[in-house]
């Protein structure tokens, strides 16, 4: 089966601690997104990579990072900077950034303890 | 910048009531244009898109939306919707802008369908 994963479905972090969401997906590619959903705002860009190791800062980058050492594979690290950190995490791909539609993954539920 | 505008934030209907959800966005250049559907506890999934061509676009589960370029608009519609509709839908836009270009999401409309 063709697609993206998100884990863990729930992740709890505690004040002061760094958390790690995972992407991968197994689609070939090349560009890949992650987006932070709240009630009422929608979806926000966090960062994207359009090809590997290489990755952008989107609207609401801070208190975030990234990595892109694979194709398949876009990890974001949710850090001690980010204060309000509690939403939805949706990751996404698509064949190449623009015109081509995204596919998203089943999402992330991050809560701070 | 470019943005997305959705009118209505929360839709009751009932059954086989007709369904019209607004989507305005503010760019003057080439648009691409997505409706996103979310149902309870799934993936975000791809609705219906425009790129070209007719401006009506028809997606799954009989939905369809109108692409009017003079009011910057992409309005989703279903003729009679169903319990099973019950969903939030996001409007976005992807603004050809030279570089990076980026997919830009309204706020959602939830909507309740009710028996």
Redesign the interface.
């Known amino acids: 089966d063709g697609g993206i994963t998100q884990s863990p479905k729930y992740l709890f972090r505690k004040e002061g601690q760094n958390v790690t969401l995972s992407c991968e997906q197994n689609l070939n590619h090349d560009a890949m997104y992650w987006y932070r959903q709240d009630p009422g705002q929608g979806l926000r860009l966090i960062y994207y990579s359009q090809i590997v190791n290489d990755f952008q800062k989107g609207d609401i980058a801070e208190g975030y990072s990234v990595s892109r050492e694979k194709k398949e594979s876009f990890p974001l690290t949710v850090t001690s900077a980010q204060k309000n950190p509690t939403a939805f995490y949706l990751c996404a791909s698509n064949s190449h950034p623009g015109e081509e539609t995204q596919y998203f993954g089943p999402g992330t539920r991050l809560l701070v303890l | 910048a470019q943005s997305?505008s959705?009118h209505n934030?929360h839709v009751i209907l009932s059954e086989a009531a007709s369904l019209e959800l607004g989507c305005n966005y503010s760019y003057g250049g080439t648009v691409?244009l997505?409706w996103?559907v979310q149902y309870p506890g799934?993936?975000?999934?791809?609705l219906l898109?425009y790129?070209s061509g007719d401006p009506l676009v028809k997606g799954i589960k009989g939905f369809e939306a109108e692409f009017i370029k003079s009011k910057f608009s992409f309005n989703l519609r279903k003729p009679s919707v169903q319990w099973s509709d019950t969903a939030e839908y996001?409007c976005?836009v992807?603004a050809?802008s030279g570089g990076?270009?980026?997919?830009i999401?309204?706020?959602?409309t939830r909507l309740a369908v009710h028996p």
């Open positions: 997305v959705q934030h691409n997505f996103y799934q993936h975000l999934q791809l898109k790129f996001f976005a992807i050809f990076y270009n980026k997919l999401f309204g706020a959602g």
